[in-house]
């Protein structure tokens, strides 16, 4: 995160143009999104071929759905992925968890609520930093609710999902995902912040001493933001391409072979007690969301109301057992029940708003 | 930290490596994203593995 100045090279030349690296790194850069627009559109009719003539599978068989399915996907979202982690992995190099905690501080509830389900999206967030991240944020003055905005909608709104989603499900879809769980994270914080829970926030996280400001802000090269989208490709990229490719087989799977309408009378429009059923399951289940969305596309598909559908993504991502243990050093369980609480009804009215809209 | 160590040793300099575990302990040093890496009580980096090479020149410095 930090490149202090000792190590960084002194360059007079970057004030007089651009350095011969810094060109040709433009160039590998410009090259690698032409092959990657290539990439791109060539998918299609290569699916196409390798399933139709390569395999020789008959149009309209189920075998054929599936592999063609399967052949198209799965290419795409990581293609998608790719481009999305890159210049999320490059916007995020402006927005270090200090300087989100340095806009954070000293705005009051509500605003402060909106800005930071907003900024939920863009800070750099792993759920193992969530400990050390809400106290930063609590000894900076921000107030709980606001702190609580910010730590539900940084995993729930994450690039990876909204990608998937745009993918599998169109940009609708991933639009309704992302305002949707906006509202939840910024409404839920509200709610939780006029609960007064601060009481059930562990002492001594109030008694600690915090070093202030050691993070220290530096100048970063545009190169080395750059540097920081093909680090996040790597590392994101690299992690969840496995949950890619099996959740999309198991969807394909599903796409081929499962009846349509089979899911109607469980998981349909009117089955009322599908959503709460599908927070129950959903919360949890521990998936990232390149497992998941695959398989709730196909079974969107089948019959499933995407109400329901967006209920149980919300609730395998947004909420998970791993995260509320790690906040569990920091939160007492009146509060952390609060939270599961809060952010489930938040949930479960999404859910019956899609179904009885859509 | 095998990193750090690998620093440490390549420096010459006979300096020690401690892994810091507790929260309130960190929190001591304003780190909000781990892992991170400190320097005779500054932090120089956060929120990710340095290369041995990159600690050395911290080191260095």
């Known amino acids: 995160m930090t490149a202090p100045a000792a190590v960084s090279p002194p360059a007079p030349a970057q004030k007089s143009g651009w350095s011969g690296a810094q060109a040709a790194s433009a160039l590998c850069h410009a090259l690698a999104l032409a092959l990657w627009t290539t990439l791109y559109w060539v998918i299609a009719p290569a699916s196409e071929w390798l399933t139709y003539h390569l395999l020789g599978l008959s149009p309209g068989s189920r075998l054929a759905s599936a592999v063609a399915f399967l052949l198209f996907e799965v290419p795409k979202v990581l293609l998608l992925l790719v481009l999305v982690v890159f210049l999320v992995g490059v916007i995020r190099s402006w927005f270090t968890p200090a300087r989100t905690r340095a806009l954070l501080a000293g705005r009051r509830e509500s605003a402060g609520n909106v800005l930071a389900g907003l900024l939920g999206i863009v800070t750099p967030f792993c759920s193992c930093s969530a400990v050390p991240l809400f106290i930063g944020f609590v000894e900076a003055g921000i107030p709980l609710g606001v702190t609580l905005s910010f730590l539900i909608s940084a995993p729930m709104v994450n690039e990876v999902a909204l990608v998937l989603l745009f993918g599998l499900f169109g940009w609708k879809v991933a639009a309704l995902y992302l305002g949707t769980g906006l509202a939840i994270a910024i409404a839920s914080g509200f709610v939780m912040g006029r609960m007064k829970l601060g009481r059930f926030v562990e002492p001594w996280v109030y008694e600690l001493t915090v070093g202030a400001g050691s993070e220290a802000e530096e100048r970063v090269s545009f190169e080395e933001r750059l540097a920081k989208g093909r680090q996040a490709v790597r590392e994101i990229v690299g992690r969840v391409w496995p949950y890619v490719v099996a959740g999309i087989a198991v969807g394909a799977g599903i796409h081929g072979y499962a009846p349509a309408g089979l899911l109607a009378g469980v998981m349909g429009r009117s089955a009322w007690w599908s959503v709460p059923a599908a927070v129950l399951i959903g919360v949890p289940m521990y998936s990232n969301a390149a497992g998941i969305i695959p398989v709730v596309q196909a079974l969107l598909e089948k019959g499933a109301a995407l109400g329901t559908v967006l209920a149980f993504m919300m609730a395998v991502i947004g909420l998970s057992f791993p995260e509320l243990v790690i906040l569990r050093k920091v939160l007492r369980p009146p509060l952390i029940a609060a939270f599961v609480g809060v952010v489930s009804v938040g949930i479960l009215i999404v859910g019956y708003l899609f179904n009885a809209v859509l | ?61």
């Not at chain 2, 991170?36 to 090479?53: E, F, M, N, W």
Request: charged share 25%; aromatic share 2%; proline share 3%.
């Open chain 2, 1 to 61: 930290m095998a990193n750090a160590e690998a620093a440490a040793a390549a420096t010459g300099s006979g300096a020690s490596v401690e892994k810091v575990e507790d929260v309130r302990e960190i929190m001591k040093f304003g780190v909000m994203t781990t892992p991170a890496l400190a320097i005779d009580g500054k932090v120089r980096a956060a929120g990710r593995v340095l290369s041995p090479t990159e600690i050395e020149g911290l080191l260095r410095s």
